[in-house]
């Protein structure tokens, strides 16, 4: 069977607001956005950035963020989730794929959102290396319904599409780097479980 010429992902995150003396940063896809409060999480918690990834790792059948970044590993306390992108990309490419489109909507009832919109447009197309056209970004309100509703953080919703960038033995060498990568992320996320179930089992 011809395997097809274009993959599609879905990704999907949520964050809850950090306390105002917490001192965070509100970042969403790479951009500071002025508010009095940051989302709470491991790395900037750049909930627009995390669904992007899942979308992008989940075309590729590559696993999802959690893999490759676990909470669990301190260097990654604090880290601009940009990298993770810059990851994703670089992991897709090695499969033979190539960003088609990305398409993004926040989920949050403050702060208001689409004037910063085209700087995190360009921002998203200059870490994806593709053109801003490609890159759709929207945000919503649930009216108040909801945790995001009651302002008590923001969700995320990501669609990616893939296309093949190359063919024949050239996509072969390339899935084959992919999946080594993966297998690699996988191997080191169960070797930290693994380490934590015996640590545990001591005390």
């Known amino acids: 069977m011809e395997e097809s010429r274009t993959r599609v992902g879905i990704g999907y995150d949520v964050h809850g607001f950090a306390p105002p003396e917490a001192g965070r940063a509100l970042v969403l896809g790479g951009v500071a956005i002025p508010h009095d409060r940051g989302l709470a999480g491991h790395s900037d918690a750049d909930v ?11 075309a590729a059948a590559l696993g999802d963020i959690g ?8 260097r990654w306390a604090g880290a601009p989730s ?18 088609g489109n990305v398409d993004a909507t926040i989920v949050a009832e403050h702060p208001r959102l689409s004037p910063h919109v085209p700087a995190i447009r360009a921002r998203l197309a200059e870490v994806l290396e593709v053109e801003v056209g490609r890159v759709s970004v929207k945000s919503k309100t649930t009216d108040g319904l909801g945790f995001t509703g009651r302002n008590e953080g923001m969700a995320c919703y990501a669609v990616a599409l893939l296309e093949r960038a190359v063919a024949g033995d050239e ?8 999946r080594a990568m993966w297998a ?9 479980a693994s380490a934590g179930r015996t640590r545990a089992s001591r005390r």
Do not use: I, K, N, Q
């Open 184 to 192: 690699t992320a996988c191997h080191r996320s169960r070797s930290r």
């Open 48 to 58: 627009l950035s995390h669904a992007l990834v899942d979308a992008l790792l989940g």
């Open 67 to 74: 893999t490759h970044f676990p909470s669990s590993e301190t």
């Open 171 to 178: 996509l072969e060498a390339s899935w084959r780097r992919a």
């Open 82 to 99: 940009t990298a993770f992108l810059t990851h994703a990309l670089a992991l897709v490419r090695a499969g033979g794929w190539r960003v």
